[in-house]
Every structure is written in structure tokens, then in C-alpha cells.
């Protein structure tokens, strides 16, 4: 009697715990796009958090900040500065960004202008005083400088973290 030994993939849903192995005619069959119990069609990706999904969205609204910023001082270079091409190369990332990386790049380290949509009108314009600490100063050249080093410096931070899942991959 000859024997045969079939290796064939067996699947996980993260949401259910269900496991099963998808054969056709008898081979081992392409990767399903639903989990066979639960019908879930992310059944192999980690549930997003409320506090990452804020995350997420704040990043995917920075393209429009720095739209606006840049029509509102008339200086287009303002909004060429951030590129959504790499925002959604980075949260399409698999697996998914952290937390901790998310945050990285919503909470700049060292950031002057704390940029979101909830305070984006408030001091525009005003940059810290370095005479009196603690104070704001206008100036408008300075803030649009300040505006692009911290849109360039998220972008820096982005494109380290999908370097370094690509080194980790390969």
C-alpha cells in the first residue's frame, strides 16, 4: 500500500479563533477571502483599536492641514511639503503600525506647532518668544519654516519605520 504525505495551509481567524485549511478538488486551495465560520473578510488582520483609528485618521487628515495652512498663507509650498502617497504607503503597512508608531508620528517629539484639526486656527502664526519663555510671538516667515520642518520630519519618521519592517521582512 504506498502512502502519501500531504502538507497543506491551515488558516487561523484572529477574530473567531476559528481554524480550518481551504482544499480544492483535493490541493491545497488559494487564501480565503472570509473566514469559513465567522464570514469575516479581515479574519487574518488585528482589530484596530479606538485610540489607533483616531490615530490613523489624524495622520490621513494631515494632507488636509497642511492643504489649508498653505492656502491660507497663499504659499503652495506649504501643502507640496507632506505627501499622501507615503502616508498610505505607511498605514497600509502589514502588519499594521503600532500604537507606539502611530503615535510617533502624530505626537512629533520635540514639536513647536502642535498640529491637529481641533487647534489648527488657534495660534496661527505665533511661534514661542525666546526672550520670555512660555510666551508666543508673531511671525509668519518663521511658523511657515517651522510648519515644513515638522511636516518633513513626520515624513522622516514614516518612511524610518517602513525601512526598517522591510529590513526585518527580507
Known amino acids: 500500500m504506498p502512502i502519501s504525505k500531504i502538507e497543506v495551509n491551515e488558516y487561523h481567524c484572529i477574530r473567531c479563533g476559528y481554524k480550518w485549511i481551504n ?3 483535493g490541493k491545497d486551495g488559494p ?3 472570509r473566514c469559513a465560520k465567522c464570514k469575516k473578510s479581515n479574519w487574518d488582520r488585528e482589530v484596530i483599536t479606538p485610540k489607533g483609528s483616531g490615530l490613523r485618521t489624524r495622520i490621513k487628515g494631515f494632507k488636509q492641514l497642511y492643504k489649508y495652512a498653505g492656502f491660507y498663507w497663499s504659499d503652495r509650498s506649504i501643502a507640496d511639503c507632506w505627501s499622501s502617497k507615503l502616508a498610505e504607503r ?3 503597512l502589514n502588519p499594521r503600525p503600532t500604537i507606539d508608531e502611530l503615535a510617533r508620528v502624530v505626537y512629533l517629539l520635540g514639536a513647536v506647532i502642535r498640529l491637529s484639526s ?4 488657534r495660534h496661527r502664526g505665533y511661534i514661542p518668544n525666546p526672550q520670555k519663555p512660555g510666551w508666543l510671538i508673531y511671525n509668519k516667515e518663521e511658523y511657515i519654516k517651522i510648519l ?3 511636516a518633513q520630519k513626520r515624513q522622516e519618521i514614516m518612511q524610518q519605520i517602513i525601512e526598517t519592517r522591510q529590513l526585518r521582512s527580507s
Open 31 to 33: 487564501v480565503p477571502k
Open 90 to 92: 505607511f498605514l497600509n
Open 148 to 150: 515644513k520642518q515638522e
Open 23 to 25: 482544499r480544492v478538488n
Open 118 to 121: 481641533q487647534d489648527q486656527y
